[in-house]
């Protein structure tokens, strides 16, 4: 991202984590449901103020499918009416937030109200007197009372655990960074970074893909072969507008299987939010590549800015995750990959800027995705996910918002993704705008340690790519 959206950014989770003030006794209010067919559906995580604001997510407490067409949200007002979309389900155990902020605001002293079709039966109520801080959550989820939180919309509640109870703890690897590229090779917005082998792909928010190669010192320069010298344009199928690419990642199958770009949004139309996974050829000659295939993840995500929305992407082979018995959160069961048909061989991850969640997604060859998981954010944003085969552990990685904290997470025997640890920066890396992150292979481990990169947004010192190290 530029360095005004990273501002604009900044500001936006400045928001977002506003101490909670201190409330008086009663000074929030759960209205008991009243009787209703679907009764097991409930408000579970308001938000009022920050980059998400007047959103409201339900959960279904239950152990049935219940379908939401025609349902409505109110605030304290009658007149404030928010509809929910024909065709709407929620499946037992499933969180889905609405971002409700075009029919209605949500203030400091207000209510969420959920009726049904109707307009008149209440499902169920809640009632606060000042802001969320950055939100108001039940816990436990859909029985518990309310109270302030760590935002997890569309996620489960982080209810007082500090993203996964997991103290931060010195990074695991040498405190030297140091620059990784020539000055003012790539100026600012250089973001996703992926390595393969001898080679490293990064993605710039300017809607461009690097082909990188090793550099002699350690570090990496342009490919200059192939049209890579200056980089390469991208588009999105049809040849036409420009992605906003923050992210990139590889399947098993390497480059050969396509290079797969993480985009928030089409930069011919920066307003409105794109959240895509988009598939590019990069054996094709020339200066730009047009994508073989995009899916569209918009609809099925909450709402977020235009500049708060996919970041970082990984995929996650299904052999870890059958082995690990990872739980399907769309069937409630073991993740069987053979249900969805011909697909890539794994899950991918991407991580949304403006919630911090995590979400895995089975990207079928038909064009079709399906959600797997959603995996609550520990951290004010993401911006980088990695996967690393060789420890079995899915990187998430924030950058100066959270002064640099890194996650690893693996499943746990409830089959899902949960935190393992999570690692302060380098002590010798200042406080960047990193959003990027990847880590050599296990054939680059040399005495117990192996490489690991970073991407500065903001080009600090004209320098964008930094070079630190991690055990193996």
Not at 41 to 46: A, K, M, S, T, Y
Not at 170 to 194: E, H, K, M, N, R
Request: glycine share 16%.
């Amino acid at each position: 991202m530029t360095d005004s959206r990273a501002r604009r950014r900044r500001r936006s989770i400045a928001l977002l984590l506003v101490a909670a003030p201190a409330l008086a006794a009663g000074a929030l209010t759960a209205v008991p449901a009243h009787a209703a067919p679907a009764d097991d559906i409930r408000i579970n995580e308001v938000v009022t103020t920050g980059s998400v604001e007047d959103s409201i997510e339900l959960y279904n407490k239950g152990t049935t499918t219940v379908d939401l067409s025609g349902w409505i949200l109110k605030d304290d007002n009658n007149g404030s009416k928010y509809r929910i979309g024909s065709g709407t389900t929620l499946a037992p155990g499933a969180f889905r937030a609405f971002d409700v902020h075009g029919s209605f605001g949500l203030g400091s002293g207000d209510k969420a109200r959920l009726y049904l079709a109707d307009g008149s039966t209440l499902v169920d109520s809640f009632g606060w007197s000042a802001h969320s801080a950055p939100s108001w959550s039940r816990c436990p989820d859909g029985t518990g009372a309310f109270e302030a939180a760590t935002l997890t919309l569309g996620a489960a509640n982080d209810c007082g655990t500090g993203g996964g109870g997991t103290t931060p703890v010195t990074w695991p690897g040498s405190g030297t960074v140091t620059t990784a590229d020539a000055p003012d090779v790539f100026g600012q917005d250089l973001s996703g970074l992926f390595q393969e082998g001898g080679a490293m792909w990064a993605a710039q928010n300017s809607g461009k893909l690097w082909r990188l190669v090793p550099n002699g010192s350690g570090g990496w320069t342009p490919d200059t072969s192939n049209s890579w010298a200056s980089g390469k344009t991208l588009r999105f199928p049809g040849g036409s507008g420009a992605p906003d690419s923050e992210g990139v990642t590889l399947t098993g199958a390497g480059s050969a299987g396509g290079v797969f770009v993480s985009s928030e949004r089409n930069g011919d139309a920066s307003g409105t939010s794109r959240l895509s996974v988009l598939r590019y050829d990069t054996t094709v000659s020339g200066s730009t590549l047009t994508a073989a295939k995009e899916w569209n993840l918009t609809s099925d995500l909450p709402s977020v800015g235009s500049n708060l929305g996919l970041e970082g992407i990984t995929w996650v082979p299904d052999g870890y995750l059958t082995g690990a018995g990872f739980k399907d959160a769309s069937t409630g069961a073991a993740y069987d990959p053979a249900h969805y048909g011909a697909h890539t061989g794994g899950v991918f991850f991407v991580g949304v800027e403006g919630t911090g969640a995590i979400h895995g997604y089975v990207l079928q060859d038909s064009g079709a995705a399906t959600r797997v998981a959603t995996i609550a954010g520990g951290t004010a944003g993401v911006m980088e996910l990695q996967w690393e085969p060789q420890a079995s552990r899915l990187w998430a990685v924030c950058d100066d918002t959270c002064g640099g904290r890194h996650r690893t997470l693996q499943v746990d025997a409830s089959g899902a993704f949960v935190t393992t640890a999570v690692y302060d920066r380098p002590s010798g890396m200042p406080d960047l705008n990193n959003e990027g992150f990847t880590l050599a292979g296990a054939g680059e481990c040399v005495g117990g340690t192996k490489p690991v990169y970073w991407s500065d947004d903001s080009n600090t010192s004209g320098h964008a790519l930094r070079r630190g190290s991690v055990t193996c």
